[in-house]
Nanobody, 115 residues
Framework: QVQLVESGGGLVQAGGSLRLSCAAS????????MGWFRQAPGKEREFVAR???????YYADSVKGRFTISRDNAKNTVYLQMNSLKPEDTAVYYC?????????WGQGTQVTVSS
């Protein structure tokens, strides 16, 4: 079994930065990509960014140029560096495989951006 634990969220002012971490525990596993997703109040969960294990990256248009996804294979951890944050980035952020695996969703980490 696999457990994914997100951390690093918090309350920041518009224009500020946060770095989210996604640590994988349990049995080892591999997938072609890992991704970050987010869900704002009253909205569906949406794709934010993905990274293959060969470090190819892809971003949603809404975050392109502001967010950077990266990985550390030695720590089995994926990161999301979030710069120039906007109030519309406010959401609970989740990590998962990409495409996501149904049973892997964790509790996420709350990101709140004040104006």
């Amino acid at each position: 079994q696999v457990q994914l634990v997100e951390s690093g969220g918090g309350l920041v002012q518009a224009g500020g930065s946060l770095r989210l971490s996604c640590a994988a525990s349990g049995r080892t596993f591999s997938s072609s990509s890992m991704g970050w997703f987010r869900q704002a109040p009253g909205k569906e969960r949406e794709f934010v960014a993905r990274i293959s294990w060969s470090s190819t990256t892809y971003y949603a248009d809404s975050v392109k140029g502001r967010f950077t996804i990266s990985r550390d294979n030695a720590k089995n951890t994926v990161y999301l560096q979030m710069n120039s944050l906007k109030p519309e980035d406010t959401a609970v952020y989740y990590c998962n495989t990409h495409p996501p695996t149904r049973g892997y969703w964790g509790q996420g980490t709350q990101v709140t951006v004040s104006s």
